[in-house]
């Protein structure tokens, strides 16, 4: 019984405090064909455990598939060297005013059940030396996007990058994002969606934040 109550209890712990995503050191240590072959292995388990007939047609190739998509799809953020170049320009037009670029698409996984969360992020900065070309950005989300995630976590690997790269501490990061954890599990609330918000420098002001969020407000194109 109280093994069951510890389990019960790891179980509902959705908290973390690490701006890091958690790896182990040995993280990678395997080549992705390595990990590919062990988690087909392991899937194939899980399905078995299941009682699903593996040596059906429409069966036999999903362990591959899923293992192959977990690395090279869905979780290949997890990788540093997939990270994308953050290409930035001097600021050579003295551009000084809010910069947003919004409704970048979220494709992610929540860490806790592996599900997926959905959604968009919408994100300004204020230049002073440099700027970002604007794809640049979105590369940077869909990488950190692309990792079993916490919402509160990936806005705060956004902002900081961005800070650092743009050399700014005015950069502010917005998601909205609905989670299948909520919507097909639990309490099954198929309507509600989860807002974050980070920011630093300027738009710890309210005025700055209100001028952002009146931007991404707006009638979409």
Do not use: W
Not at 45 to 64: A, F, H, N, R, V
Not at 178 to 199: A, P, Q, W
Request: glycine share 4%; hydrophobic share 35%.
């Amino acid at each position: 019984m109280k093994d069951k109550e510890q389990i019960i209890i790891a179980g509902d712990n959705h908290f973390s405090t690490n701006i890091e995503t958690p790896l182990r050191p040995d993280a990678f240590c395997k080549s992705d064909n390595e990990k590919i072959k062990n988690i087909q292995h392991h899937f194939k388990m899980i399905m078995q455990e299941m009682g699903l007939d593996l040596t059906d047609d429409s069966l036999s190739g999903t362990p591959y598939r899923v293992a192959k998509m977990y690395i090279n799809e869905l979780f290949y953020g997890l990788n540093p060297a997939n990270k994308p170049k953050l290409s930035t320009f001097d600021n050579k037009y003295d551009y000084n005013k809010i910069l947003v670029e919004q409704y970048i698409n979220i494709n992610s996984a929540c860490e806790h059940h592996f599900l997926p969360i959905v959604g968009h992020a919408h994100i300004g900065y204020i230049p002073t030396k440099k700027v970002i070309g604007l794809s640049k950005i979105n590369r940077l989300v869909d990488y950190y996007s692309h990792r079993p995630q916490v919402q509160e976590r990936l806005a705060v690997q956004i902002l900081n990058d961005l800070q650092e790269v743009l050399e700014t501490k005015d950069v502010i990061v917005v998601i909205n994002a609905k989670h299948l954890c909520v919507s097909s599990r639990g309490i099954k609330d198929k309507n509600s969606f989860t807002t974050t918000l980070e920011y630093g420098g300027c738009f710890n002001k309210k005025s700055f934040r209100n001028e952002f969020i009146a931007i991404i407000n707006q009638p979409t194109l």
